[in-house]
């Protein structure tokens, strides 16, 4: 079975095979190639050296651990219809720059002031990676998720407060009040929808006759022409405690509002190009183990009520077990409540597993409603395309090897088989090395039931049909693990274009205001010299004419005193 990765390259080979002697697009559609070539090969160390790379840190505090990621960009390319080409920072070892601790950040509710000491660690991580002299320009973000129930928001609020009075004091980083938050399940959905879509290029601007676009009316703009744009692709994340639905919907299509989020991912509010109106709905208690624990309770109070109306001990002792269909076949569990222990035997049936399990998906009989009887936009499954993390990636890759493009046939037969096989025989092959390196014991004995669940999910909860063709199950996209804090990053930092651009406008704007002064004081300059020579020639040409004035004037009188006096004698005439 192809990776991701490896069908990337693949279709990008075919790609360039097809482009070859393109014409007058050709140079478009080679950029956009690079582009694509770019994310499949992206694996090189970050240069470190560049001065033109800026970088920026998330720090996932989650319930049950913490992570941080530290990303890296190049300057803005000056079109303000692209977003920032973010990329994860990678050391000299070509590996990503992620560092993770547990306990989770809930763990300090009752010590808030302890936070920032526990989150030192991974701050200091990243100090290192990052330029020394990049520090004070470096974004930092703090995304707490808490699993404690919003009237402790007292607590919530001491812990980003106790984030925000320290981590000043020891880090350089550029960090603000709103640089530290609480994040909801709504807005993690949004942020991995965000991620994977900018790593699939779908937020690239395309005339390539060959991608897939859609018309859109952006929200607002109602009496002006539709745009139109690459197709987003939906998401689907199934963890330990939740499950998430992401996908874009149109502007006719009325959701409710905490159903609902609408953003801009341009630089400029101005900019419609990159508004976006997504679909998210997150399950909290729908996750994979969540979904277990609510089954065990659910098949524990059942065999404790039949034993109770039919006097018998079905159960209570390992020699008479209650058979449970979602574990494989000859696998053993022990139950334990209120000081009982029940005990279960496997039997192996993954469609009467799957007929247990409808029930915890809690749907109504509306044709608009998916878990819980949460409404659920109408989907158009022949156009669309959806990606499955985590556990969707988990149960079809980790024991059945079946990572990558989803086909419900093949997957409900490789589930059968192996819910089938004896447990004896699933630990010889585990012990032989069969199922390694991703797969423990744990996930071997709960894959049943987490096969059975992902299956339901799926196409009774989200009602996709077993038809459906257009589901790629992933851990890694064009060989980056794609995670919701890359979304968050790309929309904390969607206005930094906009003031590169700006800072480049001034700067050549006063590069060419320089050029046109240096021109322009010579004129200036030459201007006033002739001015100044001029000013002198006729300076000059006054003085002489009142020097002449000057000089009939003086002679004149005297010509008349000579004129006027009577003849004197001259001695010695008679």
């Excluded at 990243?126 to 404690?148: G, Q, W």
Aim: hydrophobic fraction near 35%; include cysteine.
């Amino acid at each position: 079975m192809a990776t991701p990765p490896q069908r990337a390259v693949r279709h990008v080979r075919r790609r360039t095979r097809k482009w070859r002697g393109a014409g007058c697009h050709g140079t478009a559609r080679e950029g956009r190639l690079h582009r694509y070539l770019a994310r499949v090969t992206d694996t090189e160390a970050t240069d470190t050296r560049n001065p033109n790379l800026n970088y920026g840190i998330v720090v996932d505090c989650g319930s049950s651990g913490s992570r941080v990621f530290v990303y890296c960009w190049p300057q803005h390319n000056g079109n303000p219809k692209d977003l920032l080409d973010i990329q994860q920072m990678r050391d000299s070892n070509r590996k990503p720059v992620v560092m993770k601790i547990k306990p989770g950040i809930s763990e300090f509710a009752s010590n808030p002031d302890k936070v920032s000491d526990y989150i030192s660690p991974l701050l200091s991580f990243a100090a290192e990676h990052v330029p020394r002299s990049k520090h004070k320009e470096t974004p930092l973000f703090c995304c707490c998720f808490f699993d404690f129930p919003m009237e402790f928001c007292s607590q919530q609020k001491a812990i980003l407060e106790d984030l925000l009075t320290d981590i000043p004091v020891h880090f350089d980083f550029l960090f603000s009040d709103s640089h530290a938050e609480v994040i909801s399940g709504k807005q993690e959905g949004v942020y991995a929808w965000i991620g994977i879509n900018f790593v699939l290029g779908r937020f690239e601007h395309t005339d390539d006759e060959d991608e897939a676009v859609v018309e859109v009316q952006i929200p607002g703009n109602e009496h002006h022409d539709p745009i139109f744009r690459k197709r987003t692709v939906g998401i689907l994340d199934m963890g330990g405690v939740s499950t998430q639905i992401a996908y874009e919907v149109p502007q006719s299509e009325e959701v409710a509002k905490n159903l609902l989020a609408e953003f801009n991912l341009g630089c400029d509010a101005h900019q419609t190009e990159h508004v976006y109106r997504v679909y998210v709905a997150t399950f909290l208690g729908f996750g994979g183990n969540a979904a277990r624990t609510r089954y065990e309770q659910s098949l524990l109070s059942s065999s404790l009520l039949r034993n109770r109306l039919q006097g018998s001990r079905a159960g209570l002792s390992p020699d008479v077990p209650v058979a449970d269909p979602c574990l494989p076949r000859d696998a053993r569990q022990e139950l334990q409540q209120a000081g009982l222990t029940l005990h279960l035997r496997g039997t192996g049936h993954f469609q009467q597993c799957r007929q247990l399990l409808q029930p915890l998906l809690n749907r109504t009989n509306e044709t608009q409603s998916s878990l819980n009887g949460v409404f659920q936009p109408p989907l158009h499954f022949q156009s669309s395309e959806f990606y499955g993390f985590s556990e969707f990636y988990y149960c079809t890759e980790d024991v059945l090897r079946m990572g990558g493009d989803y086909s419900a046939a093949k997957f409900t037969k490789a589930a059968q088989d192996y819910c089938a096989t004896k447990w004896s025989v699933l630990r010889e092959r585990f012990e032989r090395g069969l199922y390694a390196p991703h797969a423990d014991l744990h996930r071997l004995k709960f894959q049943c039931f987490k096969s059975a669940w992902m299956f339901e999910v799926f196409h009774r909860g989200f009602s996709f049909p077993e038809s459906y063709g257009s589901l790629k199950t992933a851990l890694q996209v064009y060989d980056k693990e794609v995670q919701w804090t890359l979304g968050a990053i790309l929309y904390r930092t969607r206005f930094l274009p906009l003031r590169d651009i700006q800072q480049e406008n001034f700067r050549g704007t006063h590069s060419h205001w320089r050029s046109f002064s240096f021109v322009y004081n010579h004129y200036l300059f030459l201007a006033c010299f002739l001015v100044v020579l001029l000013s002198i020639l006729l300076y000059l040409l006054r003085l002489r004419r009142i020097h002449r004035r000057l000089l009939r004037s003086a002679s004149s009188p005297s010509l008349w005193i000579q004129e006027g006096l009577p003849p004197q004698k001259i001695p010695g005439n008679v």
